[in-house]
């Protein structure tokens, strides 16, 4: 048997974390946005699925990784337009709306998928790019350095979504708005369009994620293919304490979990398969539950905002 | 800070105070859209070449065209009205509970394994004893996330979908191993499905020639059962109460986090029921794919039902045709049956996208009829 210690090993281990990361980092970061502005997108993992299965089909038939992209962004944004009109202007329990655009993602995609494809097909996602001189470092450069776009644009977007939040008066009124949107409103935030502004980009951002799992991580599509990762993805923002940083923390630790479990499996270490797909399912309660009491949440997360009532 | 009467939970009916145009605004509005969502689902049949009239037609064909279609409708309709009601004991306590796939795997795992200890029980005691289990193993199952949202704080909704995902897994993990069909081990087949309950652990059949079970009429005394318990209740009040405001329920010395914490457990033991009964009047076995969305679909039956007990009983008598004509229409026109989720998740949108417009209409004309009402409602 192999040495689960070796480099080799963690070296694989630590490439498919990175791998698998990705996903996580587009769907929590874009969920950030929306929930710091006040509304919980459940509606995740549906629209992983729908545009996931868009950019897959995209790639499937004209084999442009970047059309599949553009695509996923799109059906993102048509989503993200739903879950605004229903939560944000027809004021909509969130938690309601969001499983209806989940069940109707994932039925869609079933059936489009089910249609227009039938089988399980594999397509050539984006390719790795290797950055000159740093992906020659020994050990971290294969791990870091040779990667494809989307692996890239996922890490760069912690710093950049920090940025955003942090530093510009955008960040600063989505923040308002999620905190105190009477207050907003009255110095003239318009708390719906900031809405509607933060629930599309994190759709949007969704809908890279699903991109992300269907022609980066996995290339291919099949039913459900998410197993509920948009779910995860929601409950590392509130990990993450609704900061960039800390989601890139939990996507990280979420990811190697789930890539320490695959490597067991595939070295061979006798692990029932169905226990150890349980434990990221088991981690995520664990984390909401030491995590959700430190007073971070926006305040009006989860509120529906009546103008003049308030 | 004012506190205020939450907008969204307008489908609580009080007793007295609805009037004719009211129940039919609230009953009526939700199967306007099942109407909306089978509409918008037409033009993506037409996108795939299919004509929905002669789909739709075939669907409804199927789930009630029948006596076999009829029997087959109310059999998806029992699990679909015991987790329908107990999504309604949660939403009164402003829970979600998304938990019903999960609590339906426990709540079978447990009678089966009930009815393969006890083979030898009477059937007067089994069955019960069997029911008793799954509702106690599903009630586990609502109790671990009620708990957790009344200590912690923890989003309810997706710890029940986590807790689904690890439902899935254990009984992957049983049926594949410690659970697996003995008989299956023997023939070299290696099913993953439980080996077959004995004989007194059965539900009757009520038709010759379908799966129509008794436990139909479990779930139809249940339904009365949690109207009564909601209703006619202390304890349905404070749950009610503090579904309809929880700093007043808070104030008025209620323990808001316990109420809530049991309605997600009682939501369970539902569900849970809902899976011992599939195992013992349906598949007489434990098997993978037992669950069929039940635990989704529940929810929007649920919706559909105003959020009334006596109400999710038409509901999910149709959305168990639904799924029964779902797959005559696979059959008919070949189009996949996942159809019905994209349908069912219009409904969703469109119902939580409307509860508060109709609350709004029913506001406008009650103060239209008040002759003097110098302070506004909302500071009630």
């Known amino acids: ?310 | 800070m004012r506190i205020r009467l939450p907008r969204t939970t307008s489908t609580d009916h009080e007793h007295g105070k609805g009037d004719w145009f009211e129940f039919m605004l609230r009953t009526s509005f939700p199967f306007l859209g099942v109407f909306a969502a089978l509409f918008i689902s037409a033009f993506v049949l037409l996108l795939l070449k299919t004509n929905p009239i002669v789909a739709y037609g075939a669907m409804l064909q199927g789930a009630f065209g029948s006596i076999n279609g009829l029997s087959q409708s109310l059999v998806k309709a029992t699990p679909l009205l015991l987790v329908g009601l107990g999504v309604c004991i949660a939403f009164k306590a402003s829970v979600i509970n998304v938990g019903g796939e999960g609590q339906i795997i426990l709540g079978s795992i447990a009678g089966t394994w009930m009815a393969l200890t006890f083979p030898d029980l009477p059937k007067v005691v089994l069955i019960p004893a069997c029911m008793t289990a799954g509702f106690l193993a599903g009630a586990f199952w609502g109790f671990i996330p009620g708990m957790l949202k009344a200590r912690f704080k923890v989003n309810e909704i997706l710890s029940t979908i986590m807790m689904n995902s690890i439902a899935l897994q254990l009984l992957n993990f049983l049926l594949q191993g410690p659970m697996m069909d003995p008989e299956g081990i023997k023939a070299g087949t290696f099913l993953a499905q439980s080996a077959r309950l004995p004989e007194s652990a059965w539900l009757a059949r009520l038709v010759p020639r379908t799966m129509l079970h008794s436990g139909v009429y479990v779930a139809l005394a249940f339904a009365v059962a949690v109207y009564i318990f909601l209703w006619r209740t202390t304890i349905g009040y404070q749950i009610r109460a503090v579904g309809l405001n929880p700093q007043a329920s808070h104030y008025s010395g209620i323990n808001v986090p316990f109420n809530q914490m049991l309605s997600l457990t009682l939501a369970g033991g539902l569900s849970g029921l809902a899976g011992v009964i599939e195992v013992m009047g349906v598949h007489r076995r434990i098997l993978e794919g037992l669950t069929g969305g039940y635990g989704f679909t529940g929810i929007v039956a649920a919706l559909l039902g105003s959020l009334h007990p006596l109400g999710v009983v038409p509901a999910s008598v149709l959305f168990g045709g639904l799924l029964v004509g779902a797959n005559t229409m696979q059959r008919a026109v070949q189009i996949p049956s996942a159809l019905i989720n994209a349908i069912l998740g219009l409904i969703v949108l469109f119902v939580s996208g409307s509860a508060l417009w109709i609350h709004q209409i029913i506001k406008k004309r009650k103060t239209a009829t008040m002759v003097v009402s110098p302070t506004k409602e909302t500071q009630a």
Do not use: H
């Open chain 1, 1 to 310: 048997m192999t040495n689960i210690f070796s480099f080799e090993v963690l070296s694989g281990v630590l490439r498919t974390m990175i791998a698998l990361s990705t996903p996580f980092l587009f769907a929590a970061l874009g969920e950030t946005f929306s929930q710091l502005s006040g509304v919980v997108n459940l509606g995740v993992d549906g629209i992983m699925l729908l545009a996931g299965f868009f950019a897959f089909y995209a790639v499937l038939l004209t084999g442009n990784v970047w059309l599949g992209l553009l695509l996923a962004m799109f059906i993102g944004l048509l989503m993200g337009l739903i879950m605004s009109l229903v939560s944000v202007t027809l004021k909509a329990q969130q938690g309601i709306s969001g499983i209806g655009l989940q069940i109707f993602g994932l039925g869609m995609s079933s059936l489009l998928f089910k249609v227009l494809v039938g089988t399980v097909k594999t397509v050539s996602g984006f390719a790795p790019i290797k950055i000159p001189l740093l992906g020659d470092i020994p050990f971290f450069g294969p791990i870091l350095f040779r990667n494809n776009f989307l692996v890239y644009a996922a890490f760069l977007l912690v710093p950049v979504s920090w940025w955003i939040l942090e530093k510009t008066t955008l960040g600063l009124k989505i923040k308002a708005v999620g905190q105190n949107p009477a207050a907003a409103d009255s110095v003239g935030i318009n708390v719906n369009r900031i809405r509607y502004f933060s629930v599309c980009l994190g759709a949007i951002l969704a809908g890279v994620a699903g991109a992300a799992l269907s022609i980066s991580v996995a290339n291919l599509f099949q039913d459900n293919l998410t197993a509920g990762q948009g779910f995860i993805a929601v409950a590392l923002v509130y990990f993450g304490g609704w900061s960039p940083i800390g989601v890139l923390g939990g996507a990280l630790l979420f990811s190697f979990a789930t890539s320490a479990q695959l490597w067991l499996q595939v070295l061979g270490i006798q692990v029932p398969a169905s226990l150890a797909v349980m434990l990221p399912y088991i981690l995520t309660i664990i984390v909401l539950t030491i995590s959700v009491n430190r007073g971070k949440q926006p305040a009006a997360l989860n509120k529906q905002f009546f103008r003049g009532e308030n």
